[in-house]
Structures are given as structure tokens and as C-alpha cells.
């Protein structure tokens, strides 16, 4: 099975984010997570296309975008055009989510969808066939350093189970709060691709630690 990390660049240093982005250029993540926040939807405001465009620049690795905005239909052709990989929505966010996730293939970008603490996986089971990556968030989105939510580990499986019984493609993925003692359980209870923030870019040897993540 596929296993990845997608260091999220919202716990990086933003003062010398080239610096941040050649560690991870170097290392065996593979792919840069943007975290993008409008300030409605969640609690926080991050950044947006001007950065993720300087990102695109410097970055070696796929870019995925992580939109946490309300209504995301009138940017998604915006970000697509970016030269990003992978874009995904939030359910949450969307009154007409089979409409963008059609919008994003049609740009030729991968598309995810979203699902917050609360909201359950089966309210994917109409798209889940269209989807090339489902996300799953394991802390309240907004910001990082958050406490991992425990819930996660049964969603993960029933998305498993859904994906598998639809025949969908999509990847798994999880994002907050995960470290090297969650991310074990996390692979093997079919996750694909770990998110992570504050235990890459807060400690001393990013590359190290994405090397331990990856090495179960
Ligand atoms: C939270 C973001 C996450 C966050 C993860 O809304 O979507 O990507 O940066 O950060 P950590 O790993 O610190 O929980
Ligand atoms: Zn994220």
C-alpha cells in the first residue's frame, strides 16, 4: 500500500519559507500541504493564491491545496491554474459539492473532499466514485497544534470500507495532531497520506522526522 507524507508549510517559519521549502525539496515527503483559510469558514486566516504561486516556484514536490473557504466555486479555476496537484474542498463549505469536484477535474487537478470532526464520511457516498482523494480531518479545522481527535481511527475505516465497496480510487488522507505516536496506528488502519504541521517543522531535523514517519 501507498504510504505519504504532505508536510503541511502552516507550521513553517514563514520569514524564510525558501529556506523551509528547500528541507522539504531535500527530503522523501511527498507532497507540500497549503493550508488556505478565509476567516469564515474557520476561526483563522492563513494565506492565498500570491503564496501558494511564490510556493510553486521553489517547491520540488506536488503541491496540495487544502482550501478551508466558504463557497469555494468561484477560486477553484484560480488555484487549478497555479500549477497545483491536488485541491480539495471541505463538504462543509460547499452548497454544490458534485459541481466543484467536477470543476477540478475538469482543470486536470486531482480533487479531495473534505470532512470535519463532525461530519460523517457517508455523506460521500454519492461522489465518493468521482473523488481522487478523501480528507479527513482529525482536529477542528483552523489551526495547528492541535490535540489529535480519537474518533478518527473509526472513520478511517468506514471510509475504507466505502471506498472499497464503490470501487473508488481515492486516497485516504488525514490531517492535525499527528505525530510519531499516532502515525502507526494511522498507516495501518488504511491511511495513505499523513498531514502534518507543528512535528516536522517545529523540531530539528525536519527530513529526520518525516524519515520516522514514513519508517513503521
Ligand atoms: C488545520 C490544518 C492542518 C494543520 C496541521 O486546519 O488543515 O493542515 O496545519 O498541523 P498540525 O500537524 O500541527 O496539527
Ligand atoms: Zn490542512
Known amino acids: 500500500m501507498n504510504r505519504y507524507i504532505s508536510p503541511s508549510i502552516l507550521a513553517a517559519d514563514f520569514a524564510n519559507l525558501e529556506k523551509e521549502i528547500s528541507i522539504i525539496n531535500k527530503s522523501n515527503a511527498s507532497w507540500l500541504h497549503c493550508d488556505v483559510m478565509d476567516g469564515v469558514f474557520v476561526p483563522n486566516?492563513?494565506?492565498?493564491?500570491?503564496?501558494?504561486?511564490?510556493?510553486?516556484?521553489?517547491?520540488?514536490?506536488?503541491?496540495?491545496?487544502?482550501?478551508?473557504?466558504?463557497?469555494?466555486?468561484?477560486?477553484?479555476?484560480?488555484?487549478?491554474?497555479?500549477?497545483?496537484?491536488?485541491?480539495?474542498?471541505?463538504?462543509?463549505?460547499?452548497?454544490?459539492?458534485?459541481?466543484?469536484?467536477?470543476?477540478?477535474?475538469?482543470?486536470?487537478?486531482?480533487?479531495?473532499?473534505?470532512?470535519?470532526?463532525?461530519?460523517?464520511?457517508?455523506?460521500?457516498?454519492?461522489?465518493?466514485?468521482?473523488?481522487?482523494?478523501?480528507l479527513i480531518m482529525s482536529v477542528n479545522p483552523g489551526f495547528g497544534g492541535q490535540e489529535f481527535i480519537e474518533n478518527t481511527y473509526r472513520k478511517v475505516s468506514e471510509l475504507k470500507n466505502m471506498i472499497e465497496k464503490s470501487n473508488s480510487k481515492a486516497l485516504i488522507q488525514v490531517d492535525g495532531g499527528v505525530t510519531l505516536e499516532n502515525s502507526k496506528r494511522l498507516f495501518n488502519s488504511g491511511v495513505n497520506i499523513l498531514v502534518t504541521g507543528t512535528a516536522i517543522f517545529k523540531s530539528d531535523d525536519p527530513a529526520g522526522i518525516i524519515d520516522k514517519l514514513l519508517a513503521i
Open 45 to 134: 486566516i492563513s494565506f492565498g493564491i500570491p503564496v501558494i504561486e511564490s510556493i510553486s516556484k521553489i517547491t520540488k514536490k506536488p503541491l496540495d491545496v487544502h482550501l478551508m473557504i466558504i463557497e469555494p466555486a468561484n477560486h477553484i479555476d484560480k488555484f487549478c491554474d497555479l500549477g497545483i496537484d491536488i485541491l480539495t474542498i471541505h463538504q462543509e463549505a460547499c452548497k454544490h459539492l458534485q459541481r466543484g469536484i467536477l470543476q477540478i477535474r475538469e482543470k486536470g487537478v486531482k480533487a479531495g473532499v473534505s470532512v470535519s470532526p463532525h461530519t460523517s464520511v457517508s455523506v460521500l457516498s454519492e461522489v465518493i466514485a468521482d473523488l481522487d482523494l478523501v
